[in-house]
């Protein structure tokens, strides 16, 4: 076993060596393993333990603002192991992955190795900080492992006492329940058709600039930061849910700047990452202090997260000097109109949701349409109700009119559930289409409105 793990190695440094020295400038090298004598590290069962803990760790530097690229994890010779590339200056990335060794329950497990592209390693005693110590006796780890000072014993009763200790994080089947609802939300309302106005896979809608490709490019850049908002409200139990708004919304921007690279400059979500993004987190606090993910929970929690961004925001516009050209069209019909998009509905609770979207939404599926005609009729309830800052953008107060003059007469014909109201809804989508009306406020709140539906399944 010894020429095996030593072979490992090896095997694992020349890997390093040789994907540090391919890096573009900015780039360094992470190599995780785990810090634990062969006998411990070889067993089956850290294998997913260490998963967990890299994945951890990866979503403590993104939180960071640090970005990872390229990243593998497998089991050679010598244990689990990952390994991933990053963007960031190595001492400052070391440090990072320092304080996640020293705040996580588990990090005091963790090993983890930051090489630049000069294949130079950023070590502790480069950042000025002393040798790791040891587990059981906090002495200094390598004299304890040169002298063989504790038992095989010792060891593995105090790793198991290290992982007794709740995770930093939430369980992982609680997580991915979350994260993976909110990524399959955004994509079940690009899928669905026809869709008034918006862009799905048979029609650009009102759009020129975009299609259902560019949607599903959008929906997988976005997909790791949902998991990012999960956990950001998950470590603010016990607290204010407004004390983590601060941090959310940095984490929403640079969520937006990984949505533009993706789409070339299209804005396909940047209302979705907000509104998404705080129910997300909101999920996450819920989940964490054992309370039940219902969706007036989580849309109350929401509200709460986003107290008083109404005025905030907008006053602060009111008195800015910035240029008009600046602005979004939510913030231009606001100082116009006082028009609160997007922003109103979340400080109220998403009402729009829970009183028309998700209703018509549940009493579709249960009187047997299929999920996606069950979502157009949801869309439709919307229309009538949200006061959607993309269409008076566009159309006005007299498009407004329209659309919910429209999607009424579509429901009232029956919606997705008669031939004569899936003509009317085909018809709305040719009419908006020509008229360059898109819902697209009422289409985030779509795919909200799924989110907190398929919260309510079981997470498996």
């Not at 709305?428 to 907190?452: C, H, N, Q, R, Y």
Request: net charge neutral; glycine share 10%; hydrophobic share 40%.
């Amino acid at each position: 076993m010894m020429r095996t793990v030593l072979e490992a190695r090896e095997d694992r440094w020349n890997r390093r060596k040789a994907l540090a020295a391919g890096l573009g400038e900015g780039w360094s090298v992470l190599s995780f393993t785990l810090r634990l004598p062969a006998f411990l590290r070889l067993e089956r069962r850290y294998e997913a333990i260490a998963g967990l803990l890299f994945d951890d760790l990866l979503v403590f530097l993104r939180e960071k603002g640090i970005e990872s690229g390229f990243r593998e994890f497998a089991t050679h010779g010598d244990g689990p192991e990952g390994m991933c590339t990053v963007r960031g200056n190595p001492q400052e990335v070391k440090m990072v992955c320092v304080e996640f060794e020293e705040t996580h329950p588990w990090g005091s497990l963790a090993d983890v190795d930051i090489m630049d592209s000069g294949q130079n390693v950023a070590g502790r005693s480069r950042i000025g900080l002393p040798p790791r110590k040891c587990l059981v006796c906090l002495n200094p780890a390598a004299a304890c492992v040169a002298g063989r000072i504790h038992s095989e014993e010792e060891i593995k009763r105090k790793v198991n006492e290290i992982l007794c200790t709740p995770p930093f994080f939430p369980s992982e089947r609680i997580i991915r329940h979350i994260s993976e609802s909110a990524g399959a939300a955004v994509l079940l309302e690009a899928a669905a058709t026809p869709k008034p106005g918006l862009v799905d896979p048979h029609s650009r809608g009102a759009h020129e600039d975009m299609d259902y490709f560019t949607f599903l490019v959008s929906a997988s850049a976005l997909a790791p930061w949902w998991d990012v908002f999960v956990r950001m409200g998950w470590n603010n139990r016990g607290k204010s849910p407004e004390s983590l708004f601060p941090e959310l919304r940095k984490a929403g921007l640079r969520a937006e700047k990984t949505m533009f690279a993706a789409t070339k400059g299209i804005n396909t979500h940047k209302g979705l990452v907000f509104s998404l993004g705080v129910l997300c987190a909101a999920a996450g606090m819920l989940a964490a202090e054992g309370h039940d993910l219902s969706p007036e929970n989580c849309a109350s929690c929401g509200a709460s997260m986003v107290r008083g961004i109404v005025e905030k925001d907008f006053s602060a516009i009111e008195n800015s000097s910035a240029d008009a050209g600046s602005l979004t069209a939510g913030e231009k019909l606001y100082l116009s109109q006082k028009k609160t998009g997007i922003r109103g509905e979340a400080e109220l609770g998403f009402p729009s949701v829970l009183h028309a979207g998700l209703p018509e939404l549940f009493s579709g599926i249960q009187a047997g349409l299929s999920l996606n005609d069950a979502m157009v009729n949801s869309l439709l309830s919307l229309l009538l109700i949200v006061e959607d800052t993309n269409i008076l953008s566009r159309g006005g107060k007299e498009g407004e009119c329209w659309v919910r003059k429209t999607a009424r007469e579509a429901l009232n014909a029956g919606g997705m559930a008669s031939e004569k109201g899936k003509e009317a809804v085909r018809k709305m989508d040719i009419l908006f289409s020509e008229k360059k009306l898109s819902p697209g406020g009422s289409a985030d709140l779509l795919a909200v409105t799924v989110f907190l539906y398929l919260l309510t399944q079981a997470s498996g």
